[in-house]
């Protein structure tokens, strides 16, 4: 029988070749068969989101870094481990529960994690340190769950409105910040979504990722220049909006849009790739050599470790991973088609306008606002007592949250409209009387001498909740075992006049939540299994307002 020899010494007979190659094949098929779903979410996200556009790049490159050492990779094919397998299970596991509560970021990585068990399953220990950095660097195609990109547009926009702000300042011209609102006098800048930086941080971090394992110097440097991409996007980010303000003060708004139409995009990513460069350009001069003396790519050494000549491939580790992976393409197959059922509740459109004493003066969220949010249904409305003090009453309803759409925290919201977060304590409200356990966030407010107070919580399946980060475990929870994901936030706000003190605002917001609470009853579905009577017309959960 004829026998190839890799360069551990590692023999391989030529039928059992054969085999592997087929199993291997046949593994990476159906591991692109099992996660598809995940995958055409991964590819969706890419195309529509310019945060991740660069997503189209990253297997590119993965690619070209496993097909630049393919010959260490077969050098360093050697004893199969039973850890694939072990992999391959741990895999299925987060693709079902990613599958089940629409946390797509638990089945991407379940993807990853099962080609790391392919590759264990096949050459083991030795040929999964060669594959490591190629199929890592995978993670940087990831889209962020939405809500966690929320949170980080927002901090970003009112880091890089500051920053911004600061740099114009330098220049001795007046600047006024309202929250991510640069005022000018004669002209109003707002740091919108689309400047908030992302869509360079995330393809930086995958950049600088790739530059310091090119980056042949000691440890502690590679590791600077791979962290150094956060602060070197939230400058040049707020460089130019800086430059964008300067154009303002001396040209007028419609060059400075123009500018910045220019200036985004690809023109401010090259600007942070060519810091990066500089960046290790500095630490080579550090150590007294020029820039491609430091930076290519790694030599792979071969496996060093002898194996024995005569033993024969094992194949039951690679069988084992094509047979569960198949296993997790069935039942991916199963979970991905489980239909959703909204349940029955009324439209807020039928919510009272008159609340006890209150009389409420209905409004509504503006056309890009509304589709931000992405909502599907809501009321907004300010009630007045007969004194003629406000309560702010919103509640946003979504019928799914497995699109990724979910309530924002108003905690985050708040800070990019100008008002300063004072105060924030999480507390619970309790009437006996009415039957009412309430916990909640109650925020104050303050935008120059106006002061405002904030109750809010979340309502996952009829539950209320006050901390968001235990909101997304209930919704994990009901995803999987209830077969919902809706969701609603609740939100009152009041201001507090300048005749009254803090407990004047808190008596007023409590004083609603107990006429208003009961009237949310059939607008909010409760938790099943609890049988409450709709209020008028009954709709179905997914209707949109």
Known sequence: MLMKTNKTGFRLAQPNAIYISLILSLSVLVVFVAFRGSLWELVRRWRVQEEYSHGFFIPVIAAWLLWSRREALIAN????????????????????IGELSALYILSHGAFIVALFGIVLGLGGYPLFKVTLIPIVFLVF????????????????QLISSELGTFFIRMLQIPVYLEGNVIDLGVYK??????????????????LSFLAAYLFQAPLWQRAVVFLSAI??????????????????????????????????????????????????????????????????PPKISPNTVPQPATVMFNRAPLVGCLVLLCGVAVVGYFVSGRQEIPPERSAFASFPNVIGEWRGRPSALDSNTERYLGVSDYILSDYFEPRGQR??????YYASQRTGVAPH????CIPGNGWIIARFERTDYTNDDRNISLPYNRVLISRGSDKQLVYYWFVQRGIPVANEYVSKLYLLRDAIFMNRTDGALVRLTTPIYPTESESDADK???????????????????????????????????HPS
């Open 77 to 96: 094919l050697g004893r199969p481990s039973w850890a694939g397998p072990a992999l391959i299970l741990l895999a299925g596991l987060m693709h079902v």
């Open 141 to 156: 195609a990831i889209p962020m769950p939405y809500f966690i990109d929320t949170v980080l547009t927002w901090r970003l």
């Open 189 to 206: 800048l707002q740091v919108v979504e689309a400047c908030s930086g992302l869509r360079y941080l995330y393809p930086l971090l995958g």
């Open 231 to 296: 602060p070197i996007t939230i400058l040049m980010n707020s460089l130019r909006i800086a430059v964008v303000g300067v154009l303002v003060n001396y040209f007028g708004p419609q060059d400075a849009e123009g500018f910045l139409h220019m200036f985004e995009g690809w023109i401010i990513f090259i600007a942070c790739a060519g810091v990066l460069v500089g960046e290790m350009t500095l630490f080579a001069r550090l150590s007294d050599k020029k820039f491609f003396d430091v930076f290519y």
């Open 391 to 396: 309560v702010n009453f919103y509640v946003a």
């Open 409 to 412: 925290s108003p905690s985050v």
């Open 508 to 542: 007023r917001l409590q004083s609603f939540i107990q006429l208003s609470l009961p009237k949310l009853a059939g607008y909010l579905p409760p938790p099943p299994g609890t049988k409450i009577r709709p209020a008028m017309t009954p709709l179905k959960g997914d």
